[in-house]
């Protein structure tokens, strides 16, 4: 409750006769020609001044930022709510019930430690699709994920009853940030207050904090928000907030229209591609101009949603008509509707495109400039137009095949199979009849060139499946199809363009090649709805694309395995297959173990290139496949008109879809309503559990933190080069028996087939700390031509090879503190909590890189890690440093003091005895972030924070 109004902006707005309080912007000078995003955050300091954490003084700088300036001035943001997905969630829970205990333990109540912000979590990351294909797959799938995830589904349900103002959204019904857009999303909030003056009704921007990075999708409503770490999103749930420096503002002008041949999926690669060449992380990026009206609301969440992808904070549009029109049809209530417009009319949040607000930087793009594109192998900022698409994939492919590592003369392959994903438990994982073929034989990616690209002739494998279909497999060949992930499955134009190219592919007589694994797993149940009125999902299931489930699957790795006789003859013979997903994310090793390089595109593409059946293909040139008469059918000849797409949307979507469907959203089916619920406020925790156990880090915590230390003999546990991501970092998708989670869990009675994955066991941090570092495509430098989570040991004599997880424990044993080397984007990709957390557990105490990305360096002091960054110009490469050496970091002390030291001393002592110093520049960016590090993480300042009130 704000107890400071230095402005006098308390006012009141009434709207068809209802008052609201307001916190009126106009009452501050300066605010009129903030941009959009500045204007939230304004309103936000004025509702929550209460003249220490937030004063006038904060009010004004905001109001009278100067765009031109480097961030400098701290700020304290409030969220209006918080929103989680159950991999980062089931954690989040877990921290609070452990929270709850240590309250207790330093005297406090336990009852205290409750959101104080809405929060809502949406199990939507633990659906895999292990069957595909056909009719069933969805309910097969679903009854898999609840053998699965029982326990945890259990443990959601026990802390949406012991915790006030939370609430889950049970698997199956959508992904997180399409539920948040289509429905939890309030543009406006309201929420009833006590004031000096009795209970009122207030009205502020709707802001949230989200523990999955595309947060931002819901930018594209107007609403302000982005991802932070589990760790950062708990303390906002308890009504910590959220320290941050007033960011320099990129202004984004649109003007035209997007051309026929494209889509919003085209848009936002270019759009990736132009700012993250700009550089805009740590930044807002604002959308403004004539043209922001003629873009739909569809596609601004598109676009803000692939916001860290591009590296940015923020990527929002403002509020306007076509806001309004959205709420409108999502069945969002009328007096909300009227309450938004008024709202954003009275504080200068609607949007004025003769108006142009203040910004840092500038940069404008013509939509009708926007050509078909696709995006990778292996990074969503490296777009390809898709006329180019054939050439640049050839020209990629030389890393990733090996000179002289050909194919078995006789196409045999090794009869060993890979553990990376649980044994499939049917047969009906094969794909659909109209899959199977005599013979399909797979266009060689490497005919013109063979020999002298890869020192051997291309010999493509031939493969016989059980079902009878056989076909000959070489690099290129798209071996994962899948239309999926909010980015895109929020987006009917894109959506029905797909189910359109698939019945014109069908009526021309083109099919999916047999070794594609083709899946759709819509974002929420309303994409089945309008699939289902508008007829076409018929042709979609033709060619193979049945709804496989209702949650992000292949976009996070949870593809589910490739078919044993396709997995068996691409690691056998080393083959370079890929796939193509709708999704926003295509990182190394994320997709799926057999599959080295991955590409994103729209939702027709997708299915355009399960007809191609390979990255091999030029989709101008080359035909997809003949018509009933013989005729070559180009994809020209099945691309769907826009007008026809837009035809066939205003046909099968209404109101009456997203009431209907959003009426029941909490409710869950049978099987949701029929598990067991645990009881009470705190959380009976089972030493058998193996999905949830009781984390480590409030052990032995004291009322009062121990004063900060310098780092002395330090060991590096890993040398990394550049764009590592939390990918690299955080134990992600599934694992093998001999890891050391693989270990753990056998030693503990599971079964390899009942593993499931990383993701699914974050709530319990013994498999997640043998998972961190463990991505089979990290690289750790400290190794020669090793790929995978091992380091060197060096308490052991001539510092063998070992997982990292076994080195960090003998690292423990021998009180050895640990560092990490790093190069430029450190840390990019997904707000991953345990990339900090399982960093934090292996005994790191410091992190020494080239640069950050904002959420990761956040999270890495959140657990008391200090991240450090070398000087401007400098490297490991360029210091000289292998990674061999004894660290000291000296000047850390300096904290103590009540100060945060610009750098520090470190100090590299080789083997001979000789030494390299330098002086790196610490990132504890904000006084807040000092006070976290101080306490040993945020988690344990908030404790303390709770214990002395």
């Not at 020192?455 to 798209?478: I, T």
């Not at 992190?847 to 890495?860: D, G, K, T």
Request: hydrophobic share 35%.
């Amino acid at each position: 409750m704000s107890t400071v109004d230095s402005f006098g902006s308390k006012g009141v707005l009434n709207v068809g006769g209802t008052e609201y309080e307001i916190y009126r912007l106009s009452a501050v000078e300066g605010s009129e020609s903030l941009p959009f995003s500045l204007k939230v955050l304004l309103e936000n300091l004025l509702r929550t001044e209460d003249g220490a954490n937030i004063t006038a003084d904060h009010v004004r700088a905001l109001a009278g930022w100067d765009q031109n300036a480097q961030p400098s001035t701290e700020i304290q943001f409030t969220p209006a709510r918080v929103i989680m997905q159950d991999f980062t969630g089931v954690p989040c829970v877990v921290d609070l019930a452990t929270m709850r205990e240590a309250v207790k333990d330093l005297g406090g109540d336990p009852e205290r430690v409750n959101p104080l912000a809405p929060a809502e979590l949406v199990i939507d990351h633990s659906v895999q699709i292990d069957v595909f294909g056909n009719a069933g797959a969805i309910e097969r799938n679903m009854e898999i994920e609840y053998q699965r995830n029982g326990e945890r589904y259990q443990f959601l349900r026990w802390g949406q009853t012991a915790f006030e103002d939370f609430k889950v959204v049970p698997p199956g019904m959508g992904i997180v940030h399409q539920v948040n857009i289509e429905y939890l999303a309030r543009t406006v909030m309201t929420r009833e207050v006590e004031t000096p003056e009795g209970k009122v009704l207030r009205a502020y921007p709707d802001t949230l904090v989200g523990t999955d990075s595309h947060t931002t999708m819901v930018n594209g409503l107007g609403v302000l928000g982005w991802g932070v770490g589990g760790i950062e999103a708990e303390a906002a749930m308890l009504g910590q907030p959220v320290s941050m420096l007033i960011p320099r503002v990129v202004g984004f002008k649109l003007s035209g229209s997007i051309p026929a041949g494209a889509t919003a999926t085209d848009v936002v690669l270019t759009i990736t591609e132009m700012l993250r060449k700009h550089g805009v992380v740590g930044k807002f990026v604002e959308f403004y101009g004539e043209g922001v009206a003629e873009v739909p609301l569809a596609n601004r969440a598109t676009i803000g949603n692939m916001s860290p992808e591009f590296g940015s904070t923020a990527a929002i549009f403002p509020i306007d008509q076509v806001t309004l029109d959205y709420l409108r049809l999502t069945g969002r209530p009328e007096e909300n509707i009227a309450l938004v417009e008024a709202y954003a009319k009275e504080q200068g949040l609607w949007h004025d495109p003769s108006r142009e607000p203040r910004f840092s930087e500038y940069l404008e793009l013509d939509l009708s400039t926007v050509v078909p594109s696709i995006s990778g192998p292996k990074r969503p900022q490296d777009r390809i137009e898709l006329s180019d698409a054939k050439e640049q994939f050839r020209k990629d492919l030389h890393n990733y095949v090996e000179v002289g590592n050909g194919h078995p003369v006789d196409g045999t392959v090794d009869e060993t199979i890979d553990e990376s994903f649980p044994a499939s438990d049917s047969p009906s994982t094969t794909q659909a009849d109209s899959h199977v073929q005599d013979t399909a034989r797979l266009a060689n990616p490497v005919e013109s060139a063979a020999s002298g690209a890869f020192g051997r002739p291309s010999q493509p494998v031939h493969v016989k499946m059980d079902d009878g279909r056989e076909f000959e497999l070489d690099h290129g060949a798209v071996s994962i199809a899948s239309i999926t992930s909010c980015t895109n499955t929020s987006n009917p134009s894109v959506m029905l363009a797909a189910a359109i190219l698939a019945r014109n592919a069908v009526e021309k007589g083109l099919t999916s090649k047999p070794w594609v694994k083709t899946s759709v797993a819509p974002g929420s149940k309303v994409v089945t709805d309008y699939y289902e009125k508008s007829g076409l999902v018929p042709y979609l299931e033709k060619l193979g694309f049945f709804t496989v489930g209702y949650g992000c699957t292949t976009c996070i790795g949870n593809s589910g395995p490739l078919e044993t006789e396709i997995s068996e003859a691409v690691q056998a013979n080393d083959l370079s297959v890929t796939s193509v997903l709708s999704g926003n994310r295509n990182f190394e090793g994320r997709i799926n173990p057999d599959v080295k390089m991955n590409y994103l595109a729209s939702p027709p593409l997708v299915i355009a290139y399960a007809l191609a059946g390979t990255m091999d293909f030029d989709f101008e040139s080359e035909p997809l496949g003949q018509d009933q008469d013989g005729n070559d059918v180009f994809l020209k000849d099945i691309w769907p008109n826009p007008t026809e797409v837009q035809q066939v949307m205003d046909a099968s979507i209404d109101q009456d879809m997203f009431t209907k469907s959003y009426a029941t959203i909490f409710d869950g089916d049978e099987r949701w309503q029929s598990l067991p619920t645990p009881t009470g406020s705190t959380f009976e925790w089972s030493d058998d559990s193996t999905y949830v156990r009781k984390p480590p880090y409030f052990e032995g915590m004291k009322a009062q933190p121990e004063p900060v230390s310098d780092i002395e003999g330090a060991r590096v546990l890993l040398k990394l080069g550049d764009s590592v991501t939390t990918d690299h970092i955080s134990p992600a998708g599934s694992f093998k028996s001999d890891t050391p989670a693989g270990q753990y869990l056998l030693s503990h009675g599971v079964e390899r087939k009942d593993f499931n994955s990383y993701g699914s066991r974050r709530g319990n941090h013994e498999v997640m700390i043998r998972g961190t570092f463990a991505n089979i495509r990290i690289k750790n430098q400290l190794l020669d031509g090793v790929e995978g989570g091992f380091t060197k040991d060096f308490t052991q004599d001539g510092a063998p090879q070992a997982y990292v997880y076994d080195a960090a424990v003998n690292y423990e044993k021998a009180g050895t503190p640990l560092v990490v080397l790093a190069g430029k984007e450190y840390g990019s990709g997904s707000s991953r909590d345990w990339a900090a957390k399982g960093t934090a557990l292996l005994g790191v105490k410091a992190v020494i890189a080239e640069s950050y990305e904002r959420i990761h360096r956040s999270n890495l002091i959140g657990m008391g890690v200090l991240p450090l960054q070398f000087p401007e110009g400098e490297s490991a490469a360029t210091l000289g440093l292998t990674g061999n050496e004894v660290y000291s970091i000296e000047g850390i002390t300096g904290l103590n003091e009540g100060t945060t030291p610009q750098t520090v001393k470190v100090t590299a002592t080789a083997e001979d005895g000789g030494t390299k110093s330098f002086d790196a520049v610490v990132r504890i960016d904000t006084p807040g972030e000092a006070d976290y590090y101080r306490n040993g993480g945020i988690l344990q300042y908030v404790l303390r924070q709770i214990s002395a009130n």
